[in-house]
């Protein structure tokens, strides 16, 4: 019953249980695996990343109004999309309640921002870490705290071990994107 939540939010509620979190991914494995391939991300990240945004709930709603398994707002990352391919607008949030167009919006705002916002990064663990700071808090963000110039920022992230991105990103404004990181790479390292 799609949109059914619309009006509230929904509580994200989630196990750190290996089981749990694989019986609750499953449903949209097909979709998951069909975006990594499309997208060219790494399905573990994306699968990561839906647990963590929405717990594997659809109508997932948040106060900024991010909608769905992969949080999407639909004036940022959505519009980010919708420009890309060519699409007026932005989605809609009956759009984004839609797993197969959430799941593809999302894995397509991942891929942008390896291939233009960080691109550069050799290290793949250290790109894997920047690319979820900057999925929940922008890459601009991000690289901000290296540098004021993107191809500088890119320059100090390659000269630098992940143990020391790590004192980076503990340094960044939003004191939310050292625990978000946290919480994704538990997810990603049991699954």
Not at 4 to 13: G, I, L, P
Not at 73 to 82: F, Q
Request: a positive charge; charged letters at 20%; glycine letters at 4%.
């Amino acid at each position: 019953m799609l949109g059914c939540n619309t009006s509230e939010n929904v509580k994200k509620h989630f196990s750190l249980n290996k089981k749990q979190i694989e019986k609750t991914i499953d449903r949209w494995n097909i979709i998951i695996k069909h975006a990594s391939i499309q997208y060219n991300v790494d399905e573990k990240l994306i699968k990561s990343i839906i647990y963590v945004e929405s717990a594997g709930n659809t109508f997932a709603r948040s106060s900024s109004n991010a909608i769905g398994l992969m949080q999407i707002k639909p004036s940022a990352a959505g519009l980010d999309i919708y420009r890309l391919i060519g699409k007026k607008g932005e989605p809609s949030i009956q759009e984004l309640y839609n797993p197969q167009i959430n799941i593809n919006i999302g894995a397509s705002y991942i891929h942008l921002l390896q291939k233009r916002n960080l691109f550069g990064i050799k290290n793949k663990e250290i790109m894997r870490y920047a690319t979820i700071v900057s999925y929940v808090n922008g890459a601009s963000a991000l690289l901000k705290i290296f540098a004021k110039n993107q191809d500088t920022a890119i320059k100090i992230i390659n000269s630098i071990t992940v143990k020391k991105f790590f004192q980076y990103v503990n340094k960044h404004p939003a004191k939310q994107a050292s625990h978000y990181l946290e919480k994704v790479i538990k997810i990603y390292k049991l699954i």
